[in-house]
């Protein structure tokens, strides 16, 4: 399939999750996720009209921004290792995967200007997850005041790969409070609006249950 046909098809599928719960449809905005593919296939999204493109290793991510460069927005949405940030801190427009102090000190020290971030949280608590614990965000949350380049605009997750609609219900909506209850503290550093949740298998259900970012990588642009 090509990637004009899946987008086709994407986009119908937000369309009745947006109408199943009331959203609007603007409010969404889906990242295509191009670690599996070639320059040529995420060139192939932008030109479907999909500007937001994310990587999930340092590698993938300078081979496809040397490529592509400005004409994208770009998303690091992989586990990050802190001597990296440089390499990628100039060209990166949001980073989804903030999960400990070294990483946001980093990311302060390197970044010019206020990069947008999310925190990510393992709300299933697999082990294989990356990511905080539900306990400990807030307070970590609360120590990044202190960094001034780094902008906490929301929390992000990975469900489990899983069939069972309600176990990934309950885990979007862990997340979804536990965003409003970090929004309502109205931080400046933090303003915490944005849940990054819902990827192939499950970005339906996620938008039904208040994400804002998706992640799709297989059935946008394929393996
Ligand atoms: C690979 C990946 C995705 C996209 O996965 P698909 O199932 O192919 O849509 C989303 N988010 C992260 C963090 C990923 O690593």
């Avoid at 009209?49 to 990587?55: A, I, Y």
């Amino acid at each position: 399939m090509s990637v004009m046909d899946n987008w086709q098809e994407i986009r119908k599928t937000i369309g009745q999750a947006c109408e199943n719960c009331g959203r609007d449809l603007e409010e969404i905005k889906v990242v295509a996720v191009t670690k599996y593919v070639t320059i040529e296939r995420a060139r192939e999204a932008l030109a479907a009209g999909v500007s937001n493109l994310g990587e999930n290793r340092m590698k993938g991510f300078l081979e496809k921004y040397e490529a592509i460069g400005d004409d994208a927005v770009w998303h690091f949405i992989g586990s990050l290792q802190s001597r990296k940030v440089k390499d990628i801190i100039d060209h990166v427009d949001y980073i989804h995967s903030l999960d400990r102090k070294s990483l946001a000190k980093e990311i302060n020290k390197r970044a010019k200007q206020p990069v947008q971030c999310f925190v990510q949280v393992n709300v299933s608590g697999e082990e294989s997850k990356h990511g905080l614990v539900m306990e400990e965000v807030e307070d970590f949350i609360e120590t990044l005041k202190d960094y001034p380049n780094i902008k906490v605009i929301g929390l992000m997750t990975m469900a489990p790969h899983v069939d069972d609609e309600e176990l990934l219900r309950g885990i979007f909506r862990k997340l979804r409070a536990l965003r409003d209850k970090i929004r309502d503290k109205q931080y400046l550093h933090a303003p915490c609006k944005e849940l990054s949740m819902g990827m192939s298998n499950d970005y339906r259900i996620a938008i039904e249950e208040g994400s804002t970012f998706v992640r799709i990588g297989s059935s946008l642009v394929g393996q």
